[in-house]
């Protein structure tokens, strides 16, 4: 940040100056008397002296895991312990473990380099306090560590001037092969020491994320409680005695800090106080059981919030880099951070019982771009937490200014410190680590502070997910740093309003400059097509349903999920997460369902054909169409034309048959295709055909007109054949009957077959009429329904698919 000036080797402030020259101006007499003294032994003697102590500097490791008191006053004991390892593959012998105090560090970047320096400088490391205070050790053997600890009197360090000093632990001995006393091991930090309160204190504010991985799937049980399932049972090892989310949260609550919360983190415990459900390897939920360890964590959240600064993310913690980089070509990708941003503040009040501030964005790293800064506001923010490695100062102050400053339209930047917001991102696992990084993040907060009597604004925003010992070495600097004579504690709301440095750059980088480490891991645009494809589906979904809400809020969840920043990284998890949320909803949609028919049998010229739609949904569905589609209406038709449509609403687990009236025009098997629809006219669901045989006139029914014609002809012959015969007997009886008989058929032929042709068509017609009408009952009552019914109907159908074979019940 300030440090560019630092870094080309400007000067130190004014007040270091004058404190510099007072020290020089005090020494003049001593260097006087030192140059009567005798001559020292010659360079070259001395330079061979700092090489052999040099080269076995690394002989033996040193590690500092405490150092106490971190910031000490005048009165105060310091107590430096740790262990010493030889390294080496020969035993150190006549070995002591001593304090060096080094020279007062008046920069920020003095500091860093005396960080990386590894190897003993004679001249830069100081000498040792003194033989009282030191421990010894008559024989160190290869590979063995051994304890040391070394307390000194504050007063005997013959501290000068308020500031920074390097202190160093070193361990000297000598071995067989170089029988002589030099330093085989040393190890640097720092000693802030400001014993008195600083004319003008650093206000300070820290971060103090609560983030976490994606722990909760889209799935839902059926039920009116809709039981949430789990990817995994991780959530509950975190905030779990000793886990990480558990540590951030019981040290977290004796600190003055401002909680940065994902409510994605909070909504996901609050469903665990409840029933909810584990994925398997098998596919088969199982039951959760750590309900006691989520309200135990919650309660204590609350407690700890209470009345404190809380800011809330956007909900699952959007990655804006991603978005701004990949996404804003995809349509509909700004919209989900908008409703993820619009559900964060409700979600956080609901349970914590705290309204937070929603108006910050906070891209990872804090690293912004030009593009990062204008979706980051797209959804309603008007603060972006930024870093001074992204914003980087090129105005040549000569200290950190403030962190807050416009960056334009209506637009504040917060420009956390990289120094103190990184210092804590190592392995912090083993005791010398934290110790190191504590007295180091120490020392950066008092050089800041006296770079300039101007009170200023700092900010600190580490690492998202801090693990357990990294939480641990934060709290521990600090707890010192808000009992320290130099800073006080700030919330990031007073830190975002403070008066901005007029010096301060406001000139926000170019997305070319944005780092390509991080953006090697940032989420493609594949995966923002994807989230894409998904919410057309829920949109298409949610208009079908009695009760949208319980698709729309889990899927809606699941989507601001997709685009969570903690799937840097993980690339193969992110798609498998996303394509799971994909496949339950379509596994969901799928639920509603036309019942696939085989092929149908149509008798006559009209019929009805019935169509089932399922809904095996726990809630009812609305607002469908059917429509039922002749891909040959010259030969069927639906409705008297090529389609029609009839409107649908199934009840939750139930299925609705549905009947269209059908005509046919000519013989011969037709495809008829069954569809739904939303009522905007999108497809729902699949398709389902059909082939629909029409026969005008069946082969029964030509046997039917057959056998009665045969009847008629049958009757009318008997009828005759009976009457001749009759007629012979009477006249083999009475001879005179028969010659009058005879002679009135030979004198009135024309009479008499006028006559009997007359009466025999009258009994012919009567007979056959009673025929015609007895078997044209049979036939009717064997027969299907003919096509001048006036109320065709169809029976109930089951809701299985139809058999081989269907003929239609018309």
Same mark, same amino acid.
């Given at each position: 940040?300030?440090?560019?000036?630092?870094?080309?080797?400007?000067?130190?402030?004014?007040?270091?100056?004058?404190?510099?020259?007072?020290?020089?101006?005090?020494?003049?007499?001593?260097?006087?008397? $030192?140059?009567?003294?005798?001559?020292?032994?010659?360079?070259?003697?001395?330079?061979?002296?700092?090489?052999?102590?040099?080269?076995?500097?690394?002989?033996?490791?040193?590690?500092?895991?405490?150092?106490?008191?971190?910031?000490?006053?005048?009165?105060?004991?310091?107590?430096?312990?740790?262990?010493?390892?030889?390294?080496?593959?020969?035993?150190?012998?006549?070995?002591?473990?001593?304090?060096?105090?080094?020279?007062?560090?008046?920069?920020?970047?003095?500091?860093?380099?005396?960080?990386?320096?590894?190897?003993?400088?004679?001249?830069?490391?100081?000498?040792? +306090?003194?033989?009282?205070?030191?421990?010894?050790?008559?024989?160190?053997?290869?590979?063995?560590?051994?304890?040391?600890?070394?307390?000194?009197?504050?007063?005997?360090?013959?501290?000068?001037?308020?500031?920074?000093?390097?202190?160093?632990?070193?361990?000297?001995?000598?071995?067989?092969?170089?029988?002589?006393?030099?330093?085989?091991?040393?190890?640097?930090?720092?000693?802030?020491?400001?014993?008195?309160?600083?004319?003008?204190?650093?206000?300070?504010?820290?971060?103090?994320?609560?983030?976490?991985?994606?722990?909760?799937?889209?799935?839902?049980?059926?039920?009116?409680?809709?039981?949430?399932?789990?990817?995994?049972?991780?959530?509950?090892?975190?905030?779990?005695?000793?886990?990480?989310?558990?540590?951030?949260?019981?040290?977290?609550?004796?600190?003055?800090?401002?909680?940065?919360?994902?409510?994605?983190?909070?909504?996901?415990?609050?469903?665990?106080?409840?029933?909810?459900?584990?994925?398997?390897?098998?596919?088969?939920?199982?039951?959760?059981?750590?309900?006691?360890?989520?309200?135990?964590?919650?309660?204590?959240?609350?407690?700890?919030?209470?009345?404190?600064?809380?800011?809330?993310?956007?909900?699952?913690?959007?990655?804006?880099?991603?978005?701004?980089?990949?996404?804003?070509?995809?349509?509909?990708?700004?919209?989900?951070?908008?409703?993820?941003?619009?559900?964060?503040?409700?979600?956080?009040?609901?349970?914590?019982?705290?309204?937070?501030?929603?108006?910050?964005?906070?891209?990872?790293?804090?690293?912004?771009?030009?593009?990062?800064?204008?979706?980051?506001?797209?959804?309603?923010?008007?603060?972006?937490?930024?870093?001074?490695?992204?914003?980087?100062?090129?105005?040549?102050?000569?200290?950190?200014?403030?962190?807050?400053?416009?960056?334009?339209?209506?637009?504040?930047?917060?420009?956390?410190?990289?120094?103190?917001?990184?210092?804590?991102?190592?392995?912090?696992?083993?005791?010398?680590?934290?110790?190191?990084?504590?007295?180091?993040?120490?020392?950066?907060?008092?050089?800041?502070?006296?770079?300039?009597?101007?009170?200023?604004?700092?900010?600190?925003?580490?690492?998202?997910?801090?693990?357990?010992?990294?939480?641990?070495?934060?709290?521990?600097?600090?707890?010192?740093?808000?009992?320290?004579?130099?800073?006080?504690?700030?919330?990031?709301?007073?830190?975002?309003?403070?008066?901005?440095?007029?010096?301060?750059?406001?000139?926000?980088?170019?997305?070319?400059?944005?780092?390509?480490?991080?953006?090697?891991?940032?989420?493609?645009?594949?995966?923002?097509?994807?989230?894409?494809?998904?919410?057309?589906?829920?949109?298409?979904?949610?208009?079908?349903?009695?009760?949208?809400?319980?698709?729309?809020?889990?899927?809606?969840?699941?989507?601001?999920?997709?685009?969570?920043?903690?799937?840097?990284?993980?690339?193969?998890?992110?798609?498998?997460?996303?394509?799971?949320?994909?496949?339950?909803?379509?596994?969901?949609?799928?639920?509603?369902? $036309?019942?696939?028919?085989?092929?149908?049998?149509?008798?006559?010229?009209?019929?009805?054909?019935?169509?089932?739609?399922?809904?095996?949904?726990?809630?009812?569905?609305?607002?469908?169409?059917?429509?039922?589609?002749?891909?040959?209406?010259?030969?069927?038709?639906?409705?008297?034309?090529?389609?029609?449509?009839?409107?649908?609403? +199934?009840?939750?687990?139930?299925?609705?048959?549905?009947?269209?009236?059908?005509?046919?025009?000519?013989?011969?098997?037709?495809?008829?295709?069954?569809?739904?629809?939303?009522?905007?006219?999108?497809?729902?669901?699949?398709?389902?055909?059909?082939?629909?045989?029409?026969?005008?006139?069946?082969?029964?029914?030509?046997?039917?007109?057959?056998?009665?014609?045969?009847?008629?002809?049958?009757?009318?012959?008997?009828?005759?054949?009976?009457?001749?015969?009759?007629?012979?007997?009477?006249?083999?009886?009475?001879?005179?009957?028969?010659?009058?008989?005879?002679?009135?058929?030979?004198?009135?032929?024309?009479?008499?077959?006028?006559?009997?042709?007359?009466?025999?068509?009258?009994?012919?017609?009567?007979?056959?009429?009673?025929?015609?009408?007895?078997?044209?009952?049979?036939?009717?009552?064997?027969?299907?329904?003919?096509?001048?019914?006036?109320?065709?109907?169809?029976?109930?159908?089951?809701?299985?698919?139809?058999?081989?074979?269907?003929?239609?019940?018309?």
């Amino acid at each position: 940040m300030a440090e560019a000036a630092e870094s080309q080797g400007t000067s130190p402030s004014p007040a270091r100056r004058l404190r510099r020259a007072g020290a020089l101006l005090a020494g003049a007499p001593l260097l006087a008397a $030192l140059l009567q003294l005798p001559a020292m032994p010659s360079a070259h003697a001395a330079g061979q002296e700092s090489q052999q102590a040099a080269s076995g500097s690394r002989t033996v490791a040193v590690s500092l895991d405490s150092l106490s008191p971190s910031a000490p006053s005048d009165g105060d004991t310091l107590t430096v312990s740790g262990t010493v390892t030889n390294k080496g593959k020969q035993a150190v012998t006549d070995a002591h473990v001593g304090l060096r105090l080094g020279p007062e560090l008046d920069t920020r970047s003095a500091i860093d380099s005396v960080a990386q320096r590894t190897r003993f400088e004679p001249g830069a490391d100081g000498p040792e +306090v003194g033989d009282k205070y030191v421990q010894k050790f008559t024989r160190l053997a290869p590979g063995v560590a051994q304890h040391f600890s070394v307390s000194v009197p504050v007063d005997k360090l013959n501290l000068g001037t308020n500031g920074v000093y390097e202190l160093s632990v070193s361990l000297s001995g000598q071995t067989s092969a170089q029988p002589w006393e030099q330093v085989l091991g040393i190890q640097r930090t720092f000693l802030p020491w400001q014993p008195n309160d600083a004319g003008t204190k650093t206000k300070t504010t820290y971060l103090w994320p609560l983030v976490s991985d994606v722990h909760m799937t889209a799935e839902t049980g059926p039920g009116a409680q809709q039981i949430p399932v789990f990817l995994d049972d991780d959530l509950a090892k975190d905030i779990a005695p000793g886990g990480r989310l558990e540590q951030m949260l019981s040290l977290g609550k004796d600190l003055d800090v401002t909680w940065v919360i994902d409510p994605d983190l909070l909504a996901s415990v609050d469903a665990m106080t409840r029933n909810y459900r584990i994925q398997t390897g098998d596919g088969t939920p199982v039951p959760g059981t750590h309900q006691d360890v989520a309200k135990k964590w919650l309660a204590e959240l609350q407690q700890a919030v209470a009345g404190k600064d809380v800011v809330a993310l956007p909900f699952a913690d959007p990655d804006l880099a991603s978005l701004a980089h990949n996404g804003t070509s995809v349509t509909g990708s700004l919209s989900q951070l908008k409703d993820a941003t619009d559900v964060a503040a409700s979600t956080v009040e609901t349970v914590l019982h705290v309204k937070p501030s929603t108006d910050f964005a906070w891209p990872v790293d804090g690293a912004i771009d030009r593009s990062i800064v204008k979706v980051a506001t797209s959804a309603g923010a008007d603060k972006v937490i930024t870093r001074s490695d992204s914003l980087q100062e090129t105005g040549g102050l000569t200290y950190t200014p403030s962190a807050a400053r416009p960056i334009g339209g209506g637009t504040t930047a917060i420009v956390a410190d990289a120094r103190l917001s990184t210092a804590f991102e190592g392995d912090m696992t083993q005791a010398g680590a934290t110790t190191l990084a504590v007295q180091q993040f120490l020392a950066q907060s008092l050089e800041l502070d006296s770079q300039t009597s101007r009170q200023r604004s700092i900010v600190v925003a580490p690492q998202r997910m801090p693990t357990a010992p990294q939480a641990q070495a934060m709290a521990q600097a600090l707890t010192t740093l808000q009992q320290s004579t130099w800073s006080q504690s700030q919330d990031l709301n007073a830190a975002a309003a403070a008066k901005p440095d007029p010096g301060a750059t406001t000139k926000i980088p170019p997305t070319a400059d944005y780092p390509s480490s991080l953006r090697k891991k940032e989420l493609g645009r594949a995966s923002f097509w994807a989230i894409a494809r998904t919410q057309d589906k829920v949109d298409n979904f949610q208009v079908v349903l009695t009760d949208p809400s319980r698709v729309v809020t889990p899927f809606g969840r699941a989507m601001n999920r997709e685009m969570a920043t903690s799937w840097r990284g993980r690339t193969g998890e992110a798609s498998s997460f996303r394509d799971g949320v994909e496949a339950y909803l379509d596994d969901l949609s799928e639920q509603v369902k $036309l019942i696939d028919k085989s092929e149908t049998k149509l008798s006559g010229r009209s019929a009805t054909i019935p169509v089932t739609v399922q809904n095996n949904l726990v809630q009812g569905v609305d607002h469908l169409m059917l429509r039922l589609t002749s891909t040959n209406p010259t030969r069927l038709k639906i409705g008297g034309k090529a389609y029609a449509e009839q409107p649908i609403a +199934v009840s939750g687990g139930h299925s609705q048959s549905v009947k269209f009236t059908t005509s046919a025009n000519a013989n011969g098997p037709v495809t008829v295709v069954a569809q739904l629809y939303t009522q905007d006219g999108q497809e729902y669901g699949a398709p389902v055909t059909f082939d629909v045989k029409v026969t005008e006139i069946t082969a029964t029914v030509m046997l039917v007109i057959g056998g009665g014609v045969l009847l008629l002809v049958l009757a009318g012959f008997r009828m005759y054949t009976q009457r001749k015969r009759a007629a012979a007997k009477d006249a083999a009886r009475d001879p005179q009957v028969a010659g009058s008989a005879e002679e009135a058929q030979d004198g009135g032929d024309g009479a008499g077959e006028a006559g009997e042709s007359a009466d025999e068509p009258e009994n012919l017609e009567g007979t056959a009429g009673r025929l015609t009408e007895e078997s044209g009952a049979r036939s009717r009552a064997d027969d299907p329904e003919q096509p001048s019914d006036p109320t065709p109907d169809t029976a109930a159908e089951s809701a299985d698919p139809s058999g081989t074979g269907e003929k239609v019940d018309r």
